[in-house]
């Protein structure tokens, strides 16, 4: 694989090849830095010291339960719940929700915009017959439908 960059750090972030040690210093530099203002972003609104936060903040994933009983989270719950919060905080008794997901095309304009290779999968995909393409498009849309309370 050739790369062609305008710049010395343009590829760095494509994965074609190893970091040098310049780039590696700055990758480092730069999660650092991320990394403290995540930490004084949760001390402060979770009112607990840096090195607190830095204790937990470890990439360890932790259970509902775990967050609540250490004081990353205020309450457990799913999305009603937050609904729910979220009106008494702001006043509001009889909350009314829009949910929207983006748009996916159907398989048919998917199919309509394609170039040389896709069509030749799409006629590998002919011979699935009727029921695997109504497969294939139930199972390219990974939005489930919202459920409304």
């Known amino acids: 694989m ?10 760095m972030y494509a994965g074609v090849r190893e970091l040098t040690p310049e780039e590696r210093e700055l990758m480092q530099e730069m999660s650092d830095q991320l990394y403290d203002q995540f930490v004084q972003l949760v001390a402060e609104s979770r009112d607990l010291s840096k090195e607190e936060v830095r204790a937990l903040a470890t990439g360890q994933l932790y259970t509902g339960e775990q967050a609540k009983e250490l004081g990353l989270v205020d309450e457990l719950g799913g999305l009603n719940t937050a609904i729910d919060l979220a009106a008494s905080l702001a006043g509001i008794e009889q909350p009314e929700v829009e949910y929207y997901k983006p748009e996916i095309p159907s398989l048919l304009s998917s199919l309509l915009g394609m170039n040389i290779q896709k069509i030749q999968s799409f006629i590998q995909i002919q011979s699935l017959g009727a029921e695997g393409i109504i ?11 919202p459920q409304y309370r």
Do not use: A
């Open 2 to 11: 050739e790369v062609f960059t305008s710049g010395k750090y343009k590829d």
């Open 135 to 145: 497969l294939l498009e139930t199972l390219s849309n990974p939005y489930p439908e």
